[in-house]
């Protein structure tokens, strides 16, 4: 996950930002972004914020705003993890507000907000977890209902893991890739959602059990299954995702299960991290 101090981050984003830039919390500006920006969901700014500071180590401070000689403006929220401020980290979440009035979220780490207060929350709580932040809300991690914000053919991802028996383990990850130039030819500019399962159903042990389910989205479009044990949960009613399996699927079921074995050795890998 990538954190920004505030000032690294406005000089970064600002293009250029105007000397006299940066200006009180209760802009116009301001008040715009936090009553007209929505996630994909419905959410507001606020629903989100006061949803999310209930559940992860989230606490807002301060909102801001800075202008570019390109003439957009950004608008930024400034948090931190601990209230009694027992740590320097500060962070900043920062919305673009271009002249047309088109406002999007330019920090890549706080992207998952879009989904909704739910994804946002697993994505800082799992983060918490791999900066080995003390009191972390590991329930959060594991609540079927928070991954409800991924739909497939068959229904939500929560719910087809409620009645498929499966419980979550970790790690878990919702992360927003960017993609870093147009030239780029590995995956970018997309949502990912990673986590491990372990489900109680008849099926291939090494597929169910610390199973990997992963899920991409991109800007506009459907979920999209992208392991194996993913693509049964997405196309087969729930608890019978291995209840047919064709003879020509034997080969891609032992080709899920080393993908399956690399995929979990880079979910440790990235948790380590």
Request: glycine share 6%.
């Amino acid at each position: 996950m990538l954190w920004f101090c505030l000032g690294l981050l406005l000089i970064g984003l600002a293009e250029a930002v105007t000397s006299d830039s940066v200006r009180a919390d209760d802009s116009p500006l301001v008040d715009k972004v936090r009553s007209t920006w929505r996630a994909q969901d419905g959410e507001t700014v606020e629903q989100i914020i006061s949803k999310v500071a209930k559940v992860a180590h989230f606490v807002p401070r301060t909102w801001g705003v800075a202008g570019a000689i390109d003439q957009s403006e950004y608008v930024f929220l400034s948090w931190t993890r601990h209230q009694d401020k027992r740590s320097l980290e500060e962070y900043v979440i920062v919305w673009k507000v271009v002249p047309d009035g088109t406002i999007r979220i330019v920090s890549a780490y706080a992207k998952p907000m879009e989904l909704g207060w739910r994804a946002f929350a697993l994505s800082l709580i799992a983060g918490e977890v791999a900066d080995g932040e003390n009191d972390v809300n590991r329930r959060v991690l594991h609540d079927q209902a928070n991954f409800n914000f991924v739909t497939t053919a068959q229904g939500t991802l929560g719910n087809l893991l409620g009645h498929g028996r499966c419980t979550i383990v970790e790690p878990v990850s919702v992360d927003y890739l960017p993609k870093v130039d147009e030239n780029q030819t590995t995956k970018g500019d997309l949502w990912r959602v990673r986590l491990l399962v372990n489900c109680h159903i008849p099926s291939p042990r090494y597929l169910t059990r610390k199973g990997v389910i992963s899920f991409e989205k991109r800007e506009g479009q459907e979920w999209e299954p992208q392991s194996f044990l993913a693509k049964r949960i997405a196309t087969f009613p729930p608890g019978s995702w291995f209840d047919h399996i064709e003879p020509d699927e034997r080969d891609a079921l032992e080709r899920a299960r080393k993908a399956s074995a690399n995929e979990r050795g880079e979910q440790f890998r990235g948790a380590a991290h």
